[in-house]
């Protein structure tokens, strides 16, 4: 099952894994390049998915990981880790 993101509001920090959902919530007030990174981070260091330069975000499966709409627009510039 590839993992999906969410954004919610009021999060107390940037990211949170949702095991139950396997979503990662983040923060709508966040700034993409830091939920980028945060993102980044979690899914290479807690679930080992695979970083391809300049590919952006991946899913543990390797395919891209599709941020949600609200966030393509303003974090698409923030992609290039
Ligand atoms: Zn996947």
């Given at each position: 099952m590839c993992i999906r993101i969410a954004v919610v509001d009021d999060?107390?920090?940037?990211a949170i894994w949702d095991p139950d959902e396997v979503t990662i919530l983040v923060d709508r007030g966040t700034h993409p390049h830091d939920l980028i990174r945060e993102l980044h981070a979690i899914l290479t260091n807690d679930f080992g998915a695979p970083t391809i330069p300049g590919a952006g975000l991946t899913c543990i499966c390797g395919e891209p990981l599709e941020l949600p709409q609200e966030l393509q627009v303003t974090a698409a510039p923030a992609l290039t880790l």
């Open positions: 999060l107390p920090t940037i």
